[in-house]
């Protein structure tokens, strides 16, 4: 008797996934049948915060930058902590700036990309 009643309940069961397969009664948010496509997340970064984000800016330019950039943490102005350096990025020659807090210690790099001469023949 326990052994029908199994039975008859394993086979309602089974109807009712392919029923709601066919279907679609049931949200597929519930279902749980599909598998949702996975987001892709990108990494958005400032300007200037990453190599592929890198300013464009001539030597005046970064000249004019350094004494005006704030610290994301506290607001107050960065100073520079003498870590510039050379880097190629994609091909391209690319300097990079380091920054540090002089209140709340936070480390920072500024990305330029560095202009090329023109070429003449």
């Known amino acids: 008797m326990i052994i029908g009643t199994i039975a008859i309940v394993a086979v309602m069961i089974g109807i009712g996934v392919i029923v709601n397969?066919?279907?679609?009664?049931?949200?597929?948010?519930?279902?749980?049948?599909?598998?949702?496509?996975?987001?892709?997340?990108?990494?958005?970064?400032?300007?200037?915060?990453?190599?592929?984000?890198?300013?464009?800016?001539?030597?005046?330019?970064?000249?004019?930058?350094?004494p005006s950039l704030p610290c994301k943490t506290c607001r107050s102005l960065l100073e520079p902590d003498g870590t510039d350096e050379e880097v190629r990025y994609d091909g391209e020659p690319m300097r990079v700036l380091g920054f540090r807090c002089p209140h709340c210690k936070t480390k920072r790099a500024l990305y330029i990309r560095i202009p090329r001469p023109n070429a003449r023949a």
Request: proline fraction near 7%; aromatic fraction near 0%.
């Open 21 to 66: 397969r066919k279907l679609a009664i049931e949200p597929e948010e519930l279902a749980g049948t599909r598998a949702k496509p996975a987001k892709v997340l990108i990494a958005a970064h400032e300007i200037g915060e990453a190599p592929a984000t890198a300013l464009r800016a001539s030597e005046a330019q970064v000249a004019k930058l350094k």
